[in-house]
């Protein structure tokens, strides 16, 4: 289960409304590879991971990405708090604006909707394992182009902070890799399904 | 053939192979939080993100004491919270490392500590703090402080 703590894991302090940035930011909630993604990928695969310390780690690593997901909120929602009715025109926050004035709701920069296609869950461990290292390489990508058109120094902070975690989560589903390689046929490491095929592994 | 044998090569064709980290000493723990890792080793820096600390807001300079007071615990709980966050990740996948553990167990005890005093001195950020803390028993207490989302001088 899951407890609140009333907290963000890396403080957002934002002073300059921005709603240019927020629209940039917002792709990091809902687009392809935002953090709900993200948390959504880890948490949907873990039940049927074969290696138990895998289930493990993909527990922990979804719920950071819960984490990382409010940081970029409590983000989009400072930068647009006190947007005035002259900022809503100018910025191009206009057609955001129309469908959800300053709510915050999962979309991608270019306002497409968030949808679970967005992430797979192919019931295999190495593919599902190959599937977490693109997503945290790809959110790294979605980090470094933020960061190099904000200047904003309160939002710069965060962005840093949560691209370094992109880099540290893709070691640690590298280790998972190697953790789950060695209960497979070294010989053939696609000789079966180590999530179907169970009686073909080591895992019984 | 032998299904069972554990892989002790470390590479073959059509597979990926990843090293597996080795303990480096970590950063002091404000590092780390401004980093996003507790490990100098794991941290690979991009070109145009601006180097050393954020100008952010500080709170606590313009604030009286009991808030620069408040300010200091909750930074202070940031950062020793996010370095258990980044070793539960290094522990998953290294359970037997005796220097991950002993700062762990560590860090989790000065956690402990840190939520009850905030609950007794400010109001609480969990509920379990409410009893560890003795928040004020007449109280509620869960809806006291900002949001997070907030940004708020807490």
Not at chain 1, 80 to 88: F, H, I, K, N, Q
Not at chain 2, 6 to 13: A, K, L, N
């Amino acid at each position: 289960m899951f407890a609140y703590e009333k907290r963000l894991q890396f403080p957002v302090k934002i002073k300059n409304t921005n709603p240019d940035t927020a629209r940039l930011i917002m792709s990091q909630y809902g687009g392809p590879d935002g953090e709900l993604s993200a948390s959504m990928r880890y948490l949907s695969q873990r039940y049927t991971m074969p290696v138990k310390k895998v289930g493990g780690l993909l527990t922990d690593i979804g719920t950071e990405e819960l984490n990382h997901m409010e940081i970029i909120c409590a983000m989009v929602y400072q930068l647009t708090r006190d947007l005035s009715e002259a900022d809503v025109k100018k910025a191009g926050f206009d057609a955001y604006y129309i469908d959800h004035t300053k709510g915050i709701w999962p979309q991608a920069a270019a306002g497409i909707p968030f949808t679970s296609l967005e992430f797979q869950s192919k019931g295999d461990a190495i593919t599902d394992l190959f599937e977490n290292l693109a997503a945290e390489q790809k959110a790294r990508t979605v980090y470094d182009n933020l960061l190099r058109v904000i200047d904003d120094p309160d939002v710069i902070a965060p962005l840093k902070f949560l691209r370094a975690r992109e880099i540290v989560h893709f070691q640690r589903f590298g280790e998972a890799l190697e953790m789950t390689k060695e209960t497979l046929d070294h010989k053939n490491f696609y000789c079966c399904n180590p999530e179907f095929d169970k009686k073909k592994t080591s895992l019984l | 053939m032998d299904t069972t044998h554990i892989c002790t090569c470390r590479e073959q064709i059509a597979m990926a192979t990843v090293p597996m980290q080795e303990w480096c000493e970590p950063y002091d723990l404000t590092t780390a939080l401004e980093e996003g890792t507790i490990f100098p080793c794991l941290n690979f820096t991009f070109y145009k993100a601006p180097e050393g600390k954020c100008k952010c807001k500080s709170c606590s300079s313009m604030a009286d004491k009991s808030q620069k007071t408040r300010e200091e615990k909750m930074s202070r709980l940031a950062v020793v919270s996010f370095a258990i966050n980044d070793l539960t990740l290094y522990l998953d996948t290294h359970p037997d490392c005796p220097n991950g553990l002993a700062l762990f167990r560590e860090l989790l005890d000065e956690r402990l500590t840190l939520l009850s005093e905030f609950a007794g001195e400010f109001y609480p950020l969990t509920q379990i703090s409410m009893v560890t803390g003795n928040y004020d028993s007449n109280q509620y207490g869960w809806p006291e402080g900002p949001m997070p989302w907030e940004g708020a001088c807490i």
